[in-house]
């Protein structure tokens, strides 16, 4: 499992593209919201597939800004082949 742990592993996982964090009407993007929710009821870890992995660094770098860092994994998948 892949994991951000602090500051300057996020520094190191480079985010790939711009995201968006306020959407055309104004309203907060996902990026934003899901931190800010993961923040409001202090959500410590977040696991994700590895597919997300950009999402992830862009998620991990908008927490530190709010001022709380926290852990974020990603896995990879498991394939069953019949």
């Known amino acids: 499992m892949r994991v951000l742990r602090e500051s300057r592993e996020g520094r190191n996982a480079r985010i790939n593209e711009d995201f968006v964090v ?20 202090d959500v410590e870890l977040v696991v994700r597939g590895e597919d997300l992995w950009d999402s992830t660094v862009a998620q991990h770098f908008l927490a530190e800004k709010l001022g709380k860092g926290k852990e974020f994994g990603a896995i990879g998948f498991i394939i069953i082949r019949y």
Do not use: C, E, H, I
């Open 22 to 41: 306020r959407k055309r009407d104004g309203f907060p993007a996902y990026q934003l919201t899901s931190v800010v929710d993961d923040l409001f009821y």
